[in-house]
């Protein structure tokens, strides 16, 4: 049996039963989109083939030639969070931008025209002029769905129309 004081001092050390974790710092996201993990992983595997490339020939032009998955890879750690009626892109160049404003620029075009042949990708302009574009060969077509249909959602809900189901 222990004493009553060494169990008042193990009582004393549990943690309470309401954790940190239940507490909410900051706004969190709605909606968090990701790229598509396929182009990251096609980029960093042809990122060291060309890297192993250049070890082993001493080839130095290789590595120029590398930095282009590479830079393909780091645009595969952005990420775009919809909290109401903002939409803010994280990564290499942050956007914040205002959907209940936001029309569609333009339209997109298949992935590899957007990236081989520099076409245009879906973009997003808000009445700030802060645009948002979304490469198809970066994000997949539901991710750019549900991006343009929540920016179309908050502008049907600033007009006040009503929809079909209403």
Do not use: Y
Not at 25 to 43: H, I, L, W, Y
Request: glycine fraction near 8%; hydrophobic fraction near 50%.
């Amino acid at each position: 049996m222990m004493p009553a004081s060494a169990g008042d001092a193990e009582d004393a050390l549990q943690l309470p039963a309401r954790g940190v974790d239940s507490l909410r710092v900051g706004n969190e996201a709605d909606q968090v989109f990701r790229p598509r993990t396929m182009t990251a992983k096609v980029s960093a595997v042809a990122c060291v083939a060309l890297l192993l490339v250049t070890a082993i020939t001493g080839a130095r032009e290789v590595l120029w030639l590398a930095a282009i998955p590479f830079l393909l890879v780091a645009q595969c750690l952005q990420r775009i969070e919809i909290t109401g009626n903002h939409a803010r892109r994280t990564g290499l160049r942050i956007v914040d931008i205002d959907l209940s404003t936001a029309r569609v620029e333009r339209t997109g075009r298949a992935w590899w025209f957007e990236l081989f042949f520099l076409g245009r990708c879906l973009e997003l302009r808000d009445a700030d002029r802060h645009g948002l574009l979304l490469e198809s060969w970066l994000w997949s077509k539901a991710d750019r769905a549900a991006i343009v249909d929540a920016a179309r959602g908050t502008e049907t809900a600033v007009r006040g129309e009503v929809g079909p189901h209403s």
